[in-house]
Each structure stands twice: as structure tokens, then as C-alpha cells.
């Protein structure tokens, strides 16, 4: 099993939909949680952190089931600037000295 | 402040060639990895370090070679370059990932023909 699974999407959306993008991780002692967002040919860039309580940065809210091992992202009223790929991302031991990636979901935003 | 530098941005080896991709940061972190990606796989850690001084293996890192000489920089040395590697190669760097996650840099595109 994968260590960090996401659906690859593409997920098609009109500007203004809610979109929701999901993730499983395999290892249970993992502590840390990401999304980063990564445009074409570029970078990653850490989008948020994503905390046990739930968290929420603007029209973005990250979620997190440890039970479960399932990570989500939320986005609301979708932008054409928010078309990119984003990434489910956890710390790769309890030292946290690197990270392990999820293959990526993309996201295109329509007019 | 620069944050992360790679170095080059675009390369072309030839197969059986070597060659040293830089990474260097200037924000003092202690952890810094190099990861490559490729279509469809996500992006994969090759080797990282904890320190000067301090490295170990990824989930990848035949082909590659790391060292750790000084906080700022973090060089992975092809040493006999292959078409399978062929890749888009990213440094990052952290004080640790837990609870902050990295830094990435721009990223190194390999072509080994």
C-alpha cells in the first residue's frame, strides 16, 4: 500500500463550486500534515498545515481523521487561480526529517 | 532572501556523465532532503540530512550520492548518469517537518540522453 494516497483527479469545476479533495495515509505514528499546491512546472508550496481540530485559511478548510488516517481539503467558491495540483503530505518519521508526498490531485477551474 | 537556490535550472547529460546539482539555503535549517518527480510517480526522496555532517537514504537513492559539509548546502552527485534518470529534481530544506513542513526550491529539470 501507498504510503500517501490520493484520487488523481482532474477534477473539473466551475468558477464558484466547492470542491473536496480527499487523502489516506498508511503509517499511524505520522504527525504532521500538509497540503501543498503545485503549479505547472513549478515548486511545491506549502497551502496549510492541517491540525486534529480542523483548520481553515480563507475559502480553504483542511481536515484530518487520525482514526480514519484520512486527510481532506475543502475549497469554496472556486477561483480560476486556484487551478493547480495539490499534494496530501506527511512528515516521514517522528523527527520529521523529510516528507512523504501523495501523487498529486489536479484541479482545473473553469469560467 | 533567497530562501532556496538550485543550481543549474535545466540540464542535458550524457549517458555515463556526472555531474553535482546544487542546493543551497540561507534561512539556518537543519534538515534538507532532495526529492525527484516524475510524471505520475509524485515526488520521491532520494537521500537527506539531518545536519552537517549527517545524511542517509531515501526511498530512491541508487545513482546518487549526498553530503552535508556545511549548513547551507546540501550538492546530489549523479555519479554515472542514466536516461532513467531523467527527472525534475527539488531540494527542500526545514528546520523540521513536523508541524512546518519545507521549503522547496525551484527545481533542477534532467534530461540524460
Known amino acids: 500500500r501507498k504510503e500517501v494516497e490520493q484520487d488523481p483527479g482532474p477534477f473539473n469545476v466551475p468558477e464558484g463550486a466547492t470542491v473536496a479533495f480527499n487523502c489516506t495515509y498508511s503509517?499511524?505514528?505520522?504527525?504532521?500534515f500538509f497540503w501543498y499546491r503545485q503549479d505547472c512546472r513549478k515548486e511545491p508550496k506549502l497551502l496549510m498545515s492541517?491540525?486534529?481540530s480542523g483548520n481553515e485559511d480563507g475559502r480553504f478548510t483542511a481536515q484530518l481523521n487520525r482514526a480514519s488516517q484520512y486527510i481532506s481539503l475543502l475549497i469554496r467558491d472556486s477561483k480560476l487561480s486556484d487551478s493547480a495540483t495539490y499534494l496530501c503530505?506527511?512528515?516521514?518519521?517522528?523527527?520529521?526529517?523529510?516528507?512523504?508526498f501523495g501523487k498529486g490531485t489536479t484541479l482545473s477551474v473553469s469560467s | 532572501n533567497a530562501g532556496v537556490t538550485q543550481t543549474p535550472k535545466f540540464q542535458v547529460l550524457k549517458t555515463g556523465q556526472s555531474m553535482t546539482l546544487q542546493c543551497a539555503q540561507d534561512?539556518?535549517?537543519?534538515?534538507m532532503s532532495w526529492y525527484r518527480q516524475d510524471p505520475g510517480m509524485g515526488l520521491r526522496l532520494i537521500h537527506y540530512?539531518?545536519?552537517?555532517?549527517?545524511?542517509d537514504q531515501g526511498e530512491v537513492p541508487n545513482g546518487y550520492n549526498v553530503s552535508r559539509s556545511t549548513t547551507e548546502d546540501f550538492p546530489l552527485r549523479l555519479l554515472s548518469a542514466a536516461p532513467s534518470q531523467t527527472s525534475v529534481y527539488f531540494c527542500?530544506?526545514?528546520?523540521?517537518?513536523?508541524?512546518?513542513?519545507?521549503?522547496f526550491g525551484q527545481g533542477t529539470r534532467l534530461t540524460v540522453v
Open positions: 527542500a530544506s526545514s528546520y523540521s517537518t513536523v508541524f512546518r513542513g519545507a521549503f
Open positions: 503509517n499511524s505514528a505520522s504527525q504532521s
Open positions: 492541517v491540525y486534529s
Open positions: 503530505v506527511v512528515n516521514r518519521d517522528q523527527a520529521g526529517t523529510a516528507l512523504i
Open positions: 534561512m539556518n535549517h537543519e534538515y
Open positions: 540530512s539531518v545536519g552537517a555532517g549527517i545524511t
